[in-house]
């Protein structure tokens, strides 16, 4: 995204901020579903973010931060809700979309893999693994020293090669 964008939905361009919107709501869902494996969740707290962004984006000091500043909100927002409830069981439905591809089972069985790990943990995979941030932005968003982020990392993969393997998924 051009930081032009921004600076136009800073100075009350609506049509700036709602391209922007356009741009980063459905980044946004695809990360927090991938924290907390609640679709519904995902996208309320998806919702709140674009919210919170719209209303917040004039403290946004540099532009070109954007990215970091609206994950941060995305996060921040998972961990007021895990911290206010404890994570409900899933359903089948939250954690897999129906599917006919062959690998619909590796796809169930990393999903649950990552909720058997600390939220911290699980946050860092999939600010990593799945949106594929460096460890410096991760460290921005989480307001954490990278060596920090790349422990939560480093001990998350092994948790999670650790729990597939006991699950007799070598191949994963």
């Known amino acids: 995204m051009r930081e032009e964008w921004v ?5 009350g361009d609506k049509k700036a901020f709602d391209r922007i919107a356009r741009e980063w709501y459905p980044k946004i ?3 927090v579903y991938r924290a907390t494996l609640n679709m519904e969740l995902a996208t309320e707290i998806t919702q709140i973010t674009m919210v919170q962004s719209y209303f917040k984006l004039q403290q946004l000091r540099e532009p070109r931060y954007f990215a970091t500043w609206i994950y941060k909100i995305a996060t921040n927002l998972i961990f007021d809700h895990l911290r206010d409830k404890q994570r409900e069981p899933l359903a089948l439905d939250d954690i897999v979309e129906p599917s006919f591809t062959p690998n619909w089972e590796t796809k169930l069985a990393i999903q649950q893999a990552l909720n058997q790990l600390s939220d911290k943990e699980r946050t860092v995979v999939v600010m990593k693994i799945y949106e594929n941030m460096k460890f410096r932005e991760i460290a921005e968003v989480l307001d ?5 982020i790349k422990t939560r990392l ?3 993969l092994k948790k999670l090669k650790q729990i597939l393997e006991d699950w007799g998924m070598k191949e994963v």
């Open 7 to 11: 600076l136009r939905a800073q100075q």
């Open 29 to 31: 869902l695809n990360y």
């Open 144 to 148: 954490e020293p990278e060596s920090t």
């Open 154 to 156: 480093y001990n998350g």
